[in-house]
């Protein structure tokens, strides 16, 4: 898997596309529904209006969902790798998780144990984000399709419990970019995402050991 | 015009989350805004029912509230203010006390309203029964008319609506006036206890009308639009002042530190306080049917009833039917009487289009605007746990 610059594939080109639709669906879904919540007219007018922001709210949902649905279909066996991955913890995850992988400059970490493809952190954002799109989408689509027939009660359950998940998705998500995009240690994962695929051999030899050690193997 | 009438009595605050939820519950489409959009009543269209305030999942609708209002005429020693209230009202009233849905706490209502200052406590239960009187003697004059029998020529056609409830009167005028004619003469028990208050009752209380202040509690929204409308002047004033629904009395009777369910038991004030057990079960769907059936098969047949329930008007069904054998002493024969209940405006439409093409076979439909009749009125406490 190694090329001859040194690099690694990391993401292939249908994980990058569906990371792409995905978040750009999340950044819309976002600035909408906050413009719902909060009654900000600013941002309803962008879209033209309190009407059509909750039509392009509704539309981008269904292209949220669709998105990562037809990635799964399309690309079964590397779905199933990846839930394999963030389903398992062992003991260097723990080890991982009690140091924060030196991430935090007040927790000192001579020793950061090896990681997976994903480290302890990726693997709980992982989860964390599935199950949060999953009551996004189980509790958006009554709100849409159903609002007419369900009981008011049902109704204001699924408002709140849409909007609070996502106030977490985008604390989540926007810890994910500080940690992919920003963070000096681990800024280099932004290219292989957003870009081309590829990262250094040498910086996932250092944070994703195991995985790299099962690439040499393979190789 | 009042504001009630030319604005309306419900109204969406700006709290609304454009759920879009209460479009589908507004039975006349009064209600204007798309998903994401905020919305609007239309009060032209509005019926003034509530169901849209008490369906909402946010609170966002309210209906207007002339508490303040209600709170300077108790205080103001100048005014006689005298009290009704409905039958919906005491089986709903102690919900907002922790009360299990239905419990009955008249005694403890009319105990409260004497504690917030009002001077006389009577109860719409009376009126009630003169509805009941009303509207039975009317429909077995229709009857009559429609047999050809001399004396009845003048009288309305067949089928009779019923007329008590305030919304089904406003959807009728708004979208129906042809079925107007076919509308019971009776006033709503409201307003006849409101003429007889500001007449009969101030004539022996020894109070002048010009300083009685004519109160009513009531499970309805749309009742707070029908005492302000302009016909409603028998007395020579308006007939009832002002309405709060159960819900605004239960404010105010915390308002007041009232601890309700320490209250003694009290009765009504006797003046027109006796009613029958026909009267109480108006709040509920096929009460007002039910009870006009019990005063005309009385009066036509000439005997009692054995059993006094008819089941079959009895339901929760959006539209049910019945015929009801009633002997005529005076034509020396019987007849099939046949019924029918709607409940829930929505649903009333193909019933008025059969009425106004001549093909309906019923001789008295009742029709109340609200699901289950006045007991689940836009005025009633907001139970989310309960659906």
């Not at chain 1, 009654?39 to 059509?52: K, P, Q, R, V």
């Not at chain 2, 207007?64 to 108790?74: F, W």
């Not at chain 2, 709503?188 to 409101?194: I, L, N």
Request: glycine share 8%.
């Amino acid at each position: 898997m190694s090329n001859e610059n040194g690099k690694v594939l990391k993401h292939g080109t249908q994980t990058r596309t569906m990371h792409w639709i995905h978040l750009l669906a999340f950044i819309i879904l976002g600035l909408t529904g906050v413009g719902f919540y909060w009654d900000i007219g600013g941002i309803a007018s962008i879209f033209g209006g309190e009407a059509n922001a909750s039509l392009v709210h509704r539309w981008t949902g269904v292209v949220f969902v669709v998105g990562p649905l037809l990635y799964t279909l399309l690309n079964f066996d590397r779905f199933s790798r990846f839930m394999d991955t963030i389903s398992h913890f062992s003991k260097d995850d723990f080890a991982w998780l009690k140091v924060m992988g030196g991430y935090l400059p007040f927790i000192k970490a001579d020793d950061v144990p090896p990681q997976d493809k994903y480290n302890a952190g990726q693997k709980i954002l992982g989860w964390l984000i599935i199950i949060g799109c999953l009551l996004i989408i189980l509790t958006g689509f009554p709100m849409w399709l159903w609002r007419h027939s369900v009981p008011a009660v049902f109704l204001s359950f699924c408002y709140d419990v849409h909007f609070w998940t996502a106030m977490v998705l985008i604390l989540l998500v926007a810890g994910h970019f500080f940690l992919a995009a920003i963070h000096p240690k681990s800024r280099v994962e932004f290219s292989s995402m957003m870009l081309d695929g590829y990262i250094d051999a040498e910086i996932t030899a250092h944070h994703n050991a195991k995985w790299f050690a099962e690439l040499k193997e393979s190789s | 015009m009042s504001t009630v009438l030319s604005e309306g009595v419900i109204h969406v605050s700006n709290d609304c989350k454009a759920c879009d939820h209460c479009t589908f519950i507004c039975p006349t489409g009064a209600i204007s805004g798309e998903l994401g959009q905020k919305h609007h009543i239309s009060p032209k269209k509005c019926i003034n029912c509530g169901q849209c305030l008490i369906n909402c999942p946010f609170n966002a609708i309210h209906d207007l509230s002339r508490i303040e209002e209600l709170k300077k005429a108790l205080a103001d020693p100048q005014k006689f203010v005298v009290v009704q209230e409905a039958p919906a009202v005491r089986v709903a009233l102690g919900e907002e006390f922790g009360q299990a849905a239905g419990t009955n706490v008249k005694n403890k209502m009319y105990a409260s309203l004497r504690k917030l200052g009002f001077d006389k406590v009577y109860d719409t239960e009376f009126t009630a029964d003169l509805t009941i009187m009303e509207e039975g003697t009317e429909l077995i004059h229709r009857v009559y008319g429609a047999l050809g029998v001399p004396g009845f020529e003048e009288v309305g056609p067949l089928p009779q609506f019923t007329s008590c409830c305030p919304a089904w009167i406003k959807y009728a005028e708004d979208n129906y006036p042809l079925v107007l004619p076919h509308i019971s003469s009776a006033k709503s028990p409201q307003q006849m206890w409101g003429a007889v208050a500001k007449t009969y009752l101030a004539e022996k209380l020894n109070v002048d009308p010009a300083n009685m202040f004519s109160v009513s509690v009531m499970p309805c929204t749309a009742k707070k639009y029908e005492c302000e409308r302009p016909e409603f002047i028998s007395s020579g004033y308006q007939d009832v002042d002002l309405v709060i629904t159960t819900r605004e009395l239960a404010q105010m009777i915390k308002d007041a530190g009232i601890d309700f369910m320490a209250l003694p038991d009290e009765e009504a004030d006797r003046f027109v306080g006796l009613s029958t057990g026909a009267a109480t079960i108006f709040g509920a769907t096929g009460g007002v049917m039910e009870a006009a059936l019990r005063t005309a098969y009385e009066i036509l047949s000439g005997e009692s009833l054995g059993k006094v329930e008819f089941d079959a008007v009895r339901g929760l069904d959006p539209v049910r039917e019945a015929t009801v054998e009633v002997p005529v002493k005076a034509l020396g024969t019987s007849l099939p009487v046949s019924v029918c209940i709607v409940t829930g405006t929505k649903h009333v439409a193909s019933v008025i289009e059969d009425v106004l093409a001549g093909r309906s076979k019923y001789h008295f439909i009742e029709v109340m605007n609200c699901p289950g009749g006045c007991i689940n009125g836009g005025g009633q406490p907001i139970r989310r746990d309960t659906y």
